[in-house]
């Protein structure tokens, strides 16, 4: 007897409906790669993410520094 047959047996299944293990183990690997890549794929996004945010971060602070210096008069041309 097929493994299939034995579970139905065991589980008191409908006869006329059999569940075919063999198919539903083998979709539940796919779909458990499937999960695997999706999460890695997340992964890197969230850390492409954080880092453009710490570069624009970083652009933001370089630009209002060199605004503040450039505002209180401190810049020194060739001539002085």
């Not at 409906?17 to 183990?25: A, F, L």
């Amino acid at each position: 007897m097929k493994l299939n047959q034995e579970l139905n047996k065991m589980l008191h299944g409908d006869e006329k409906r059999v569940v075919d293990i063999e198919s539903v183990i083998s979709e539940n690997r796919y779909l458990k790669e499937n999960i695997k890549e999706l999460i890695q794929a997340k992964n890197q996004a969230v850390t492409n993410a954080t880092k453009y945010k710490n570069l624009l971060q970083t652009n933001r602070s370089a630009y209002n520094r060199l605004g503040k210096v450039q505002s209180s008069g401190s810049i020194l041309t060739h001539k002085q």
